[in-house]
């Protein structure tokens, strides 16, 4: 396989004699995935910190690759993905330009996908296959940092109305969001037989346990049942997978009894006593969102309504229904719905086929800790992807795509 110039040489993350070379880069920019937050414009180009990151890794590595940059491009591995990633970008094109609002799709375009696409690409180019494990490392560190200053915003009383925590994002369920893969990470780490490339050694076990304790107690704060139950589910059938003997699994039992003793813990409370009360739960809400967006989808099931323009067609579409329980509404709140509404047909069609790819190559993987990680991640996505919207934002894309670090393994 042909490595780039610009591979980094060392041990472990942040090891080595530079702190800033170009691996310690692609970890740093994990670890701060949430610097998108921080927003400003280039020329009036709107961008964000976490962009400019990827933007000076991606200048270096050209800059290291120098006049020959084609032949520090390794293809092995991922040739089969630009076929379905150029009908997603295809899609995503046609739509907007059919729709329009290409201000917001463009940017939708660039940020959501154009970014996250080349900072794996980047990443699969710098890192070699041992050093993929230390990118799910800086994501647990990452989680970690965030746990942190979310239980600050907690025990200073910044919650929301109905008494969740969703730190500085903007919502309670994106925090879950962010947060979810930390927790599948420490499950498959303790799950895991103890060998080299396992996520930590043996002997921080306890500071393991500690920090995982400290994104538990974050997560449980968000109260985001939809997420609980989607790492939960994720992670019995990677379980199931794995080991192949469901009866015997002790980790399966562990986690249905983890699930049961959460929603006993919530029988009285606000929000489960809320989607007990159909007619005005946020149950009955999605309801009509998903009723709103199978229309749209009657209406412009070929090109579908351009990224960026769900609130609009939303309000354009409540003259079909009953006054809805929600209105400020910028995505289907389904991840299925949203790549067809967003790229049209090709688009859905080209996500269906990347994740057929992804499918087959993690099957065809040697069991390690890097491929059930990255399984049981992706299966969460997918799971909670039924009744959230969980891609269409920069870091949880880019989480999304970092799976795809597989195919080097």
Same mark, same amino acid.
């Given at each position: 396989?042909?490595?780039s110039?610009?591979?980094?040489?060392?041990g472990?993350?942040?090891?080595?004699?530079?702190?800033?070379?170009?691996e310690?880069?692609?970890?740093?920019?994990?670890?701060?995935?949430?610097?998108?937050?921080?927003?400003?414009?280039?020329?009036?180009?709107?961008?964000? /910190?976490?962009?400019?990151?990827?933007? /000076?890794?991606?200048i270096?590595?050209?800059?290291g690759?120098g006049?020959?940059?084609?032949?520090?491009?390794?293809?092995?591995?991922?040739?089969?993905?630009?076929?379905?990633?150029?009908f997603?970008?295809?899609?995503?094109a046609?739509?907007?330009?059919a729709?329009?609002?290409?201000?917001?799709?463009?940017g939708?375009?660039?940020s959501?996908?154009?970014?996250?696409?080349?900072?794996?690409?980047?990443?699969?180019?710098?890192?070699?296959?041992?050093?993929i494990?230390?990118?799910?490392?800086?994501l647990?560190?990452?989680?970690?940092?965030?746990?942190l200053?979310?239980?600050?915003?907690l025990?200073?009383?910044h919650i929301?109305?109905?008494?969740?925590?969703?730190?500085?994002f903007?919502?309670?369920?994106?925090?879950?969001?962010?947060?979810?893969?930390?927790?599948?990470?420490?499950?498959?780490?303790?799950?895991?037989?103890?060998?080299?490339?396992?996520?930590?050694?043996?002997?921080?076990?306890?500071?393991?346990?500690l920090?995982?304790?400290?994104?538990?107690?974050?997560?449980?704060?968000?109260?985001?049942?939809?997420?609980?139950?989607?790492?939960?589910l994720?992670?019995?059938?990677?379980?199931?997978?794995?080991?192949k003997?469901?009866?015997?699994?002790?980790?399966?039992? /562990?986690?249905?009894?983890l699930?049961?003793?959460?929603?006993?813990?919530?029988?009285?409370?606000?929000?489960?006593?809320?989607?007990?009360?159909?007619?005005?739960s946020?149950?009955?809400?999605?309801?009509?969102?998903?009723?709103?967006?199978?229309?749209?989808?009657?209406?412009?099931?070929?090109?579908?309504?351009?990224p960026?323009?769900?609130?609009?067609?939303?309000?354009?579409?409540?003259?079909?229904?009953?006054?809805?329980?929600?209105?400020?509404?910028?995505?289907?709140h389904?991840?299925?719905?949203?790549?067809?509404?967003?790229?049209?047909v090709?688009?859905?069609?080209?996500?269906?086929?990347?994740?057929?790819?992804?499918?087959?190559?993690?099957i065809?993987?040697?069991d390690?800790?890097?491929?059930?990680?990255?399984?049981?991640?992706?299966?969460?996505?997918l799971?909670?992807?039924?009744?959230?919207?969980?891609?269409?934002?920069?870091?949880?894309? /880019?989480?999304?795509?970092?799976?795809?670090l597989?195919?080097?393994?």
């Amino acid at each position: 396989m042909l490595k780039s110039k610009m591979s980094a040489k060392g041990g472990s993350a942040f090891g080595g004699k530079k702190i800033f070379n170009m691996e310690n880069l692609i970890y740093l920019a994990v670890i701060f995935l949430p610097a998108y937050l921080v927003r400003f414009k280039i020329f009036g180009i709107p961008t964000n /910190i976490l962009e400019m990151l990827i933007l /000076i890794i991606f200048i270096r590595w050209i800059i290291g690759c120098g006049r020959d940059a084609l032949q520090c491009v390794s293809t092995i591995g991922y040739k089969k993905y630009i076929i379905p990633i150029f009908f997603i970008f295809l899609g995503l094109a046609i739509s907007t330009l059919a729709n329009g609002g290409y201000a917001a799709g463009l940017g939708i375009i660039k940020s959501w996908f154009f970014f996250p696409m080349l900072f794996v690409f980047l990443a699969s180019q710098i890192l070699d296959k041992e050093k993929i494990i230390n990118v799910y490392k800086s994501l647990y560190l990452s989680a970690f940092l965030v746990s942190l200053i979310s239980l600050g915003y907690l025990f200073s009383g910044h919650i929301t109305y109905d008494g969740r925590l969703q730190g500085f994002f903007n919502s309670p369920n994106y925090l879950a969001m962010y947060l979810a893969p930390a927790l599948i990470m420490l499950v498959q780490v303790q799950s895991f037989p103890s060998k080299a490339d396992q996520l930590m050694a043996e002997k921080l076990k306890v500071l393991i346990l500690l920090s995982g304790s400290i994104i538990l107690i974050t997560f449980y704060f968000t109260y985001s049942y939809a997420a609980w139950i989607s790492v939960i589910l994720s992670l019995i059938m990677v379980s199931i997978i794995k080991n192949k003997a469901l009866v015997k699994n002790k980790t399966i039992i /562990i986690l249905v009894l983890l699930a049961a003793s959460l929603f006993i813990i919530q029988l009285n409370s606000e929000k489960l006593i809320n989607l007990k009360n159909y007619n005005r739960s946020s149950l009955e809400s999605r309801i009509i969102i998903w009723k709103s967006a199978e229309k749209m989808l009657e209406n412009n099931w070929v090109f579908g309504i351009g990224p960026g323009n769900f609130q609009e067609k939303y309000l354009e579409y409540q003259k079909y229904y009953p006054p809805y329980l929600e209105w400020a509404v910028p995505h289907p709140h389904n991840l299925y719905l949203a790549f067809w509404l967003y790229g049209g047909v090709l688009g859905i069609l080209g996500f269906i086929f990347l994740l057929g790819f992804w499918l087959e190559d993690i099957i065809k993987k040697s069991d390690s800790i890097v491929k059930f990680i990255a399984f049981s991640i992706m299966f969460y996505i997918l799971i909670h992807g039924a009744i959230d919207t969980n891609y269409f934002k920069n870091d949880l894309a /880019i989480i999304f795509w970092l799976n795809f670090l597989i195919f080097k393994i």
